[in-house]
């Protein structure tokens, strides 16, 4: 039977004869550590470790060579070795655990041949590392405003990769953080699932945030252990090895040890140390090396990379041209006028003047969404966006040859419909106001965000119906055939709301995604700005108006004047103001109780008004 042995270091040699050498029931001989003269036992010897993480990184590598089976004791210096094993809280405990384990192998981390026992980080990991999420929650506090603090200096900077696979990839991080298990750790419960100390593969976990917002985000719910799942610039590598080079030399954490090299290389050496695994380190027999695995999707390439590289992270995050080329070939798609278009645009603006004509609201919200004047505003957004002469030229042609046809079809199905009727679907749109400008410009970021997030493209349907382009285009073109100028006007700046507003805030959410950068932005911004405000000005007036006429009627709904009770009142701010109600008396009124009753609410409202009223005898 092999010897036992007890590894510890000088400044604990009263602690290890007097607590520690106790608890053993079989014979253990102590040995003092000298890194300068490394102790040799012979093979299969049990060497207990009560070792800070510095000397203990030596000895794991001794016992490798010499084959030894290791059992980790958890010394007050030895953090790192209580996450990588998985070690009870105390001697008494994890001493009580060996007793009842078995010897198995498991896997080394080693970085440029030096063993890592807990985890490498190059950059920033933030806490993505193991032990990062098991903190206390003021300790989580602390070192999220640190992070937050130094979020603004962060630069990535540009890596190549190797795998053991040979398979190269060049990208920009911000942080890469390689482990070999993540077991006692939150990480294998929320980001690596499939993770084994004796698997042969190592895990590799590369942060490419675009921005300081994305990056700010994930920082946050951190906090508070809300990152239930990885997050979108999280990308991963398992493998039995990597490689890493940078431009210029590395800096990097071995253990939370500052180093500097060249380049590193990092391998995994397949159940090399035998150990005694404590009762909460998984060790699975059945557990073997798998394929090697990528999880790269969302890694920068392509011009991105230098776009990113050496320099702070932007507050909002640009997408390089290849990132978008096919939203891009949409949107000039969208731009063209094409025979289904000038198709769609008739069929749609007939449709809605018959159910204007017809006040069928059902028929209107079908012309809604069959109407294809959504598609040409977007892509005008984006050209205004990134400054796209051609993309903007298409658009406007586009936009220009739907609005004739609109106008000349509906203008023609008005001379054709004997009838020259406001209907209640016609009115409402001839007085349009801020909240009509609130609609387009929420209506504006919903189709901005559909058009460049697929899976958020079935809700382009909701955005045309909220956003209503051809009816009020469909309105000014039955007031210009009945050659009324005040149901055209109307209509008319209604439709010119909504294209100011989801125009402006269609190119913003454009911006806002990192479609283009501010600098080449502003200019359209500012056209876009510019055409909201002057849209604005009829607007201020007609909201100031309605606000009026809701004030009026909150008054006067449901009081009683000269033992009258009015009801359904309705105000409408002509000159002079006219009141629409519904008397409630028990009587019948004559011109004198009439009077008298105007009389008492004009002095109510401290103004004259002209009244209509509909009286309601109740016995």
């Keep these: 039977m092999a010897d036992s042995f007890l590894l510890f270091e000088p400044d604990a040699s009263d602690m290890?004869?007097?607590?520690?050498?106790?608890?053993?029931d079989d014979v253990i001989l102590p040995k003092m550590?000298?890194?300068?003269?490394?102790?040799?036992?012979?093979?299969?010897?049990?060497?207990?470790?009560?070792?800070?993480?510095?000397?203990?990184?030596?000895?794991?590598?001794?016992?490798?060579?010499?084959q030894w089976v290791v059992a980790v004791?958890?010394?007050?210096?030895?953090?790192?070795?209580?996450?990588?094993?998985?070690?009870?809280?105390s001697p008494e405990k994890a001493l009580a655990e060996f007793q009842q384990a078995e010897a198995t192998k498991i896997d080394v981390l080693r970085c440029n041949q030096q063993v890592v026992l807990n985890h490498l980080v190059v950059g920033n990991s933030f806490n993505l590392r193991p032990g990062g999420h098991n903190a206390s929650w003021r300790q989580r506090i602390a070192q999220t405003w640190q992070n937050i603090r130094k979020i603004s200096d962060i630069k990535p900077q540009k890596l190549s990769l190797t795998t053991g696979s040979d398979t190269c990839l060049e990208t920009s991080l911000v942080g890469l953080v390689i482990i070999e298990h993540a077991q006692g750790s939150m990480l294998s419960k929320r980001i690596l699932t499939d993770t084994h100390c004796n698997d042969g593969m190592l895990e590799s976990m590369l942060l490419a945030p675009r921005s300081i917002m994305e990056m700010f985000r994930?920082?946050?719910?951190?906090?508070?252990?809300?990152?239930?799942?990885?997050?979108?610039?999280?990308?991963?590598i398992k493998s039995k090895s990597i490689q890493v080079s940078g431009e210029s030399e590395l800096e990097y954490w071995h253990d939370s040890i500052p180093s500097k090299a060249n380049s590193l290389t990092i391998d995994c050496e397949h159940r090399a140390l035998s150990i005694l695994p404590s009762a909460d380190m998984l060790c699975q027999d059945s557990a073997t090396a798998v394929k090697e695995s990528r999880k790269i999707a969302n890694l920068p390439e392509g011009e991105a990379i230098n776009a990113l590289a050496?320099?702070?992270?932007?507050?909002?995050a640009h997408a390089a041209k290849e990132e978008f080329k096919d939203l891009y070939q949409l949107l000039?798609?969208?731009?063209?006028?094409?025979?289904?278009?000038?198709?769609?645009?008739?069929?749609?603006?007939?449709?809605?003047?018959?159910?204007?004509?017809?006040?069928?609201?059902?028929v209107i919200i079908g012309a809604m969404i069959l109407a294809p004047l959504m598609a040409p505003i977007i892509s005008l957004s984006m050209a205004?966006?990134?400054?796209?002469?051609?993309?903007m030229t298409a658009s406007l042609g586009t936009l220009f040859t739907g609005l004739c046809v609109a106008l000349g079809f509906a203008a023609s199905a008005s001379f054709i419909i004997p009838m020259e009727v406001i209907t209640p679907e016609i009115s409402a749109r001839l007085s349009p106001n801020l909240l009509d400008l609130g609609v387009a410009i929420i209506s504006g970021i919903a189709g901005a965000y559909a058009h460049a997030r697929i899976d958020a493209a079935k809700s382009l349907a909701g955005v045309a119906i909220a956003v209503a382009l051809v009816p009020p285009l469909a309105v000014t073109g039955i007031g210009l055939g009945w050659l009324n100028i005040g149901v055209a006007s109307g209509a008319f700046l209604l439709f010119l709301t909504n294209l100011a507003g989801i125009v402006f805030s269609a190119a913003l959410t454009f911006l806002a995604l990192g479609f283009a950068p501010f600098t080449r932005a502003k200019k359209g911004l500012g056209i876009a700005l510019v055409a909201v405000t002057l849209v604005s000005i009829p607007l201020v007036f007609s909201f100031n108006r309605l606000s009026e006429e809701a004030k009026i009627v909150q008054r006067l709904q449901g009081k009683t004047f000269n033992q009258v009770l009015l009801r359904t009142v309705r105000a409408q701010s002509t000159k002079p103001l006219t009141l629409h109600l519904q008397l409630v008396s028990e009587h019948s009124l004559n011109d004198q109780q009439l009077d008298g009753l105007k009389a008492r609410i004009e002095q109510e409202l401290g103004r004259s008004f002209q009244l209509e009223a509909s009286i309601i005898i109740r016995r």
């Design 33 to 66: 550590w000298d890194a300068n003269q490394p102790p040799e036992f012979k093979a299969e010897s049990l060497v207990y470790c009560y070792l800070s993480d510095e000397s203990l990184t030596t000895a794991i590598g001794l016992a490798v060579e010499q």
């Design 218 to 236: 994930f920082l946050v719910l951190a906090m508070f252990g809300r990152v239930v799942k990885k997050p979108r610039f999280l990308s991963l």
């Design 310 to 316: 050496a320099k702070p992270l932007p507050w909002i």
């Design 384 to 391: 205004l966006t990134r400054q796209d002469p051609s993309l």
């Design 16 to 24: 290890v004869s007097q607590k520690l050498v106790p608890l053993f």
């Design 73 to 89: 004791l958890p010394h007050p210096k030895a953090n790192h070795a209580r996450r990588a094993f998985s070690l009870a809280n």
């Design 332 to 362: 000039r798609d969208n731009a063209t006028t094409s025979p289904a278009f000038l198709t769609l645009m008739v069929l749609s603006t007939l449709l809605a003047t018959i159910g204007l004509y017809a006040s069928s609201a059902p």
